[in-house]
């Protein structure tokens, strides 16, 4: 990494965030807003660290049940993907009653998930499993079922059968598209998670910050979500890194 790199991707994000949490103090302090309405940065962080113990035990219950859902959500949707997009049948069959799952609010579901499996985090990983397996089967479709049909006419030309396009075109075409989702199925996993433990669970961020939140303790819940984020930056953080590794080829264009 040069030095222009380093400063656009590490000494920008910073200064920035830095600025951020500035303006907030200063907003908070000119204007005398009570805790229990907007409480200062140097407020949370004050409570992220009194109750660091508490906030590491919960960030960890909800750290897990994100990557599980997500891990399920990942394999699942990469093989239903690739199913959809092995043909066109399958494609308009099977997309309906996705689009139709995917509209029905997850909060709803999380009560009837309790109900089955009980309080703790099972319901958890299945929340974050339903919310963040979507846009990964979407994608994998798209990048499959786009594939130029005058380069599939010119592979079968040469012998190449359905199976052989799809193994050596298709799947490495459209893994720009998976990698894509996956950034955006983390985060959505993070989502999940919280409104699952909101709504019923024994341990977990989104449980800390709904005790905290009936507490009046608006500081830990503010903590709690500064937490949330930067657990969302590391992990997407690390899917971009992944995605680099991968398919360097898709960003040629962009490092020169």
């Not at 990942?74 to 995917?102: E, K």
């Not at 985090?121 to 963040?132: G, H, K, R």
Request: charge should be positive; include cysteine.
């Amino acid at each position: 990494m040069n030095r222009r790199e380093f400063f656009i991707k590490v000494v920008s994000p910073a200064l920035f965030t830095v600025a951020l949490f500035l303006i907030w103090e200063a907003i908070c302090r000119v204007l005398k807003l009570p805790l229990t309405i907007l409480p200062p940065p140097s407020a949370v962080f004050g409570a992220l660290w009194q109750f660091r113990a508490p906030i590491i035990d919960n960030s960890y219950v909800t750290l897990w049940t994100t990557l599980a859902g997500f891990l399920i959500a990942t394999v699942f949707g990469m093989l239903l993907g690739i199913a959809i997009g092995w043909h066109r049948a399958i494609y308009a069959g099977i997309y309906p009653v996705l689009i139709g799952f995917n509209s029905i609010p997850k909060v709803a579901v999380v009560p009837v998930l309790i109900l089955w499996f009980g309080l703790g985090e099972v319901p958890a990983i299945i929340t974050a499993f339903l919310i963040s397996f979507f846009p990964i089967v979407v994608n994998v479709a798209t990048g499959l079922a786009t594939t130029e049909p005058e380069l599939e006419d010119v592979l079968r030309a040469l012998g190449a059968s359905k199976l052989d396009i799809m193994r050596k075109v298709g799947i490495p075409r459209s893994l720009p598209y998976f990698f894509g989702s996956l950034k955006v199925a983390i985060t959505l996993a993070f989502v999940g998670a919280v409104v699952s433990e909101t709504v019923g669970a024994n341990k977990g961020l989104g449980k800390l910050m709904l005790d905290a939140q009936a507490g009046f303790q608006v500081p830990i819940v503010f903590a709690g979500l500064l937490v949330l984020a930067a657990l969302g930056i590391i992990l997407y953080a690390i899917t971009a890194a992944i995605e680099y590794r991968f398919t360097r080829w898709a960003f040629r264009g962009q490092h020169r």
